[in-house]
Every structure is written in C-alpha cells, then in structure tokens.
T-cell receptor, first 115, second 117 residues
Framework: KAGVTQTPRYLIKTRGQQVTLSCSPI?????VSWYQQTPGQGLQFLFE???????NKGNFPGRFSGRQFSNSRSEMNVSTLELGDSALYLC??????????????FGQGTRLTVV | DQQVKQNSPSLSVQEGRISILNCDYT??????FLWYKKYPAEGPTFLIS?????DKNEDGRFTVFLNKSAKHLSLHIVPSQPGDSAVYFC????????????????FGQGTILTVHP
C-alpha cells in the first residue's frame, strides 16, 4: 500500500506570491490534516478535511486555506506569502470517520522557503 | 497555551541502555496519545500509541506508559540502538462530541534522542 505523497518536496517563492501544495493520502483514508513545522513553534495544526469538508481548523490567518477532492486528495494554499511562512508543511492521513483509535501517517513534507 | 509539553529538549543514552522520554499534558479531554519519531526534513514516523482507557502499551522495544491522574506519559525504548537517534514527538488527540475521531493532533516540542555506540 502506498504511503502519503506530498508534492513538491521543495519550493522557493518570493514574498507576496501564492503557493499550492498537494497531498495524496493513503488509499482508503478519508481524512487529511495539514501541519506547519518551524524551529520556533514546533508542529502546529493547520486544518483537517474529511469527505471534502473542513471539520477542524487551527489558529492560522485566512491566507492559509485548503480543500479536498472527491478522491480524498487535498491541496493547501497560502496567499500573499510572508518570510515567516518558510517552514516544512506536513500532510497526515488517517482513516477518519468513527474509527476511534486511528493513527495519523505523515508524508515527507514540502519544504517551503520564502525569500 | 501549550497543552502538550516535553520538558527535556534532549536526552543522551548509551547503546543497550534504556531511553525514557517524558511528556506532560494539561487537557483532560485528550483521549488518545501517540509517539512519533522524526528525522530532519522528513515527515514524522508513527511509533506507538495508547488510549486513555489503558495505562500501558507495548510493541517490541517500545513501551508507552500513561498516568492519567498525573497527566503524564512516557516512552521507554529498551534496548536503545544508535538508529534510534532522532527527534521524538509526543502527540495527543482530543475527544469530540459524538465520539468521532477527528484528525487534529496537538504535539509537544520534541526531544532529541542521541544513542551513543
């Protein structure tokens, strides 16, 4: 079974630009969550999508958005990039639904650098 | 408000000995706890988990202990191996109304484990 796939692995953008990151979850998994990892803040939850609906959101500005498609693949978008958005963005998939004790499996991440 | 804390930024252990990584939490609504191992520039790798209704879970060299009254959990690695050297994250999930399992995890800041040969 293939794991969680994130593309691209590395990205360099200029301040003010926007960026779209992609995540393909494990086959059969319906929940996709996004996290931002920075040296100062650790792993911070951005949002979670389940069955194409956002069902949980972290404390990030509206510049951060996401969506999920019918095949469970998800994208996150960051508009008007700031230098502080430089981070490792991680996607996690789990079975979701009413499965109580489920683990989240992470992709390799996308390293975004804003210059 | 940091609800999950790993107070030791680093831990150094000799190969073959026990590694004990600690984690404290403040939110009594957390119902499921997980440990992840992470290398730089890679995604976290799931190690072991424990439900709040249990106090111990074991998987090979890894054992997680949960003390709900103290809001404390620990990960024991026995015996420690040089390949275990990585950053270890404790994560917690909060129970939601209706009993559904949401994907949001709250992470600690991580502990760097170094196992010396």
């Amino acid at each position: 079974k293939a794991g969680v796939t994130q593309t691209p692995r590395y990205l360099i953008k200029t301040r003010g630009q926007q960026v779209t990151l992609s995540c393909s979850p494990i086959s059969g998994h319906r929940s996709v969550s996004w996290y931002q990892q920075t040296p100062g803040q650790g792993l911070q939850f951005l949002f979670e999508y389940f069955s194409e609906t956002q069902r949980n959101k972290g404390n990030f500005p509206g510049r951060f958005s996401g969506r999920q498609f019918s095949n469970s693949r998800s994208e996150m978008n960051v508009s008007t990039l700031e230098l502080g958005d430089s981070a490792l963005y991680l996607c996690a998939s789990n079975a979701g639904g009413r499965a109580v004790n489920t683990e989240a499996f992470f992709g390799q991440g996308t390293r975004l650098t804003v210059v | 408000d940091q609800q999950v804390k790993q107070n030791s930024p680093s831990l150094s252990v000799q190969e073959g000995r026990i590694s004990i990584l600690n984690c404290d939490y403040t939110n009594s609504m957390f119902d499921y706890f997980l440990w992840y191992k992470k290398y730089p520039a890679e995604g976290p790798t799931f190690l072991i988990s424990i439900s709040s209704i249990k106090d111990k879970n074991e998987d090979g060299r890894f054992t997680v202990f949960l003390n709900k009254s103290a809001k404390h959990l620990s990960l024991h690695i026995v015996p420690s191996q040089p390949g275990d050297s990585a950053v270890y994250f404790c994560a917690a999930r909060r129970e939601n109304a209706g009993g559904t399992s949401y994907g949001k995890l709250t992470f600690g800041q991580g502990t760097i484990l170094t196992v010396h040969p």
